[in-house]
C-alpha cells in the first residue's frame, strides 16, 4: 500500500482523545494543521503540544473548544491572546528534557505531524531546520505523519528519518516562512558592545534571536575562532561564519562544526544551512545536556530577560501571570556556561521596556515567573554597563544593578532597596 495520500486523508488517522505532536518553528506543517482544523467536527478533546508554531493556529480558537486542547512547551506569538490556562495551557520544561518527556511515556505521543525535506535515493528525509525536540516526537509516536516539502533544507546530524518510518507522506511544496531580522535599536547597540567586550577568542557561543543576540554577533567580527554550540541561531551569525570569525577550531565537542537544534531566519539562512557538512543538528536532549555543554572551552551563554529583580532573580517567560514565552533552555545554557572552563552566563537587556516601563525593579510582578535563579545568575548587562552578581551578597548585587538601571529610575530603586531592607 503507498503511504503518498492527501492531507485530508492523512489527519483522518487521527482521534478522538488523542495527543498529537506538531512540528514547531518554520518547520510547522501547515498544510497538515490545515487539514486537521478543517476535520475538526469529527473530533473532540485532541491535545495538540507543541513549541512555538508558524501560521494562525486556529485549532486555538474558542469555536473549536470542543475538538482540540493545547498544551505549548513554548509560547509563540500566535498563541498569547489564546491562552486561557485552562484549554489553552503552557507547560512549563526545559527545553533539554521534553525529548524525555515524550519517550519515557510521561506525555506520550499517539500522532507526530512534521515536516521533512524529499527522501534522497536512499529513503532518508531531513527534518531540516528543526530537529529539537522533534526527533522525539518522531521515535516515540504511534503514527507519524508527514508533510514532504522540497523547500526543506537537508541537514547533516539527528535529523534524518527514513521512509519506513513515517507511516503517511503527504507532498506539499511551500517556501518556509521567514523571521527576518530586526534592526537593533542604540540601546541594543550599546548593550552589543558591552557584551562583546566579555567575548574571549576561542570562546564557544549560545544565543538566541532578535535585535539584542544580532547586536552582540555585529560586535564579534573583530573577535577569532569563536564556536557555536547553541539550541538556535538565525541571520544574525552569518556574517561571522562568513568572515571567518566562527571557525569551531576551538571546541571540544564537534570540532569545525557549528551545533544546534534549530533554525529560525530567512531563506539565506536555510540556503546555507542545506547539505552544509560544517551544520549539524541534534536532538534537543544532547544540545541542552549541561554535560554535553560544559564540555567546550569559554561557553559564553547571552540570554534575555523580561525583567530582574534587586537581588537577582530573573523573570524570562510572563508578564506577571501572563506566559509569553516559556522557560526554554536558559537554564540549560546558564548551568552549562558557569560549569564550563572559563566560561560566562550573561543576561542582557534593555533597562526599560519599548513604553519606558524599568526592567530592572525593587521585586517581580506578582505571578512572574523566576526562570534562572538569583543563586545562578551571574553577568547582567544593560545599555548602560556590564556587572557580575556571582559571589555577591544581596546588598553587594542590588547596588551593582542600580548602577547599571535606567539613570531615572536609579533614585527609586535605592530608595525601595532602602525601605526593603528596613
Request: charged share 20%; hydrophobic share 40%; net charge neutral.
Amino acid at each position: 500500500m503507498s503511504k503518498l495520500c492527501n492531507a485530508d486523508k492523512a489527519v483522518n488517522h487521527i482521534n478522538s482523545n488523542q495527543r498529537v505532536f506538531v512540528h514547531g518553528g518554520v518547520a510547522t506543517p501547515t498544510a497538515l494543521v490545515d487539514a486537521l482544523v478543517q476535520d475538526a467536527s469529527r473530533l473532540h478533546n485532541v491535545e495538540l503540544i507543541h513549541l512555538h508554531t508558524s501560521g494562525d493556529a486556529a485549532y486555538a480558537k474558542p469555536e473549536y473548544a470542543r475538538s482540540f486542547r493545547v498544551a505549548n512547551l513554548f509560547v509563540g506569538a500566535n498563541m498569547r491572546r489564546q491562552l486561557d490556562g485552562n484549554r489553552v495551557d503552557y507547560l512549563p520544561c526545559f527545553l533539554s528534557e521534553i525529548p524525555q518527556l515524550f519517550r519515557s511515556g510521561r506525555r506520550a505521543l499517539d500522532v507526530a505531524l512534521v515536516q521533512v525535506s524529499p527522501p534522497d535515493k536512499r529513503g532518508y528525509c531531513s527534518l531540516g531546520v528543526s530537529v529539537d525536540v522533534a526527533r522525539a516526537a518522531v521515535d516515540s509516536a504511534k503514527i507519524v505523519i508527514a508533510q514532504v516539502n522540497r523547500h526543506m533544507p537537508r541537514v547533516h546530524g539527528d535529523g534524518f528519518v527514513h521512509i519506513d518510518q513515517l507511516d503517511w507522506l503527504v507532498e506539499h511544496d511551500e517556501p518556509l516562512p521567514e523571521v527576518p531580522a530586526t534592526v537593533p535599536s542604540d540601546e541594543e547597540q550599546a548593550i552589543g558592545h558591552h557584551a562583546a567586550e566579555l567575548v574571549e577568542d576561542g570562546a564557544t557561543l549560545q544565543m538566541g534571536i532578535g535585535a539584542v543576540p544580532d547586536a552582540v554577533l555585529a560586535s564579534l567580527k573583530g573577535h577569532r575562532h569563536l564556536g557555536v554550540h547553541t539550541e538556535m541561531w538565525s541571520d544574525g551569525l552569518l556574517p561571522l561564519l562568513e568572515c571567518g570569525a566562527v571557525d569551531n577550531s576551538q571546541k571540544v565537542v564537534h570540532p569545525g562544526r557549528t551545533v544546534s537544534g534549530f533554525v529560525v531566519g530567512t531563506r539565506r539562512v536555510y540556503d546555507y544551512i542545506h547539505d552544509n557538512p560544517t551544520i549539524t543538528q541534534y536532538d534537543i536532549g544532547y544540545v541542552n545536556r549541561v554535560s554535553v555543554i560544559n564540555r567546550n572551552p569559554k561557553v559564553t551563554a547571552i540570554n534575555s530577560a523580561v525583567e530582574i529583580d534587586l537581588t537577582g532573580q530573573v523573570c524570562a517567560d510572563s508578564i506577571g501571570h501572563r506566559v509569553i514565552s516559556g522557560v526554554g533552555g536558559q537554564m540549560d545554557f546558564i548551568r552549562g556556561a558557569m560549569t564550563s572552563d572559563r566560561g560566562k552566563p550573561i543576561i542582557a537587556l534593555t533597562s526599560r521596556t519599548r513604553k519606558g516601563a524599568p526592567r530592572i525593579v525593587p521585586t517581580l510582578r506578582p505571578g512572574a515567573g523566576v526562570v534562572t535563579t538569583r543563586a545562578h545568575v551571574q553577568f547582567i548587562i544593560t545599555e548602560n554597563g556590564a556587572v557580575d552578581l556571582y559571589g555577591k551578597t544581596l546588598n553587594e548585587r542590588a547596588q551593582l544593578l542600580i548602577s547599571i538601571a535606567h539613570p531615572d529610575d536609579q533614585e527609586t530603586l535605592e530608595r525601595a532597596w532602602r525601605e526593603t531592607r528596613a
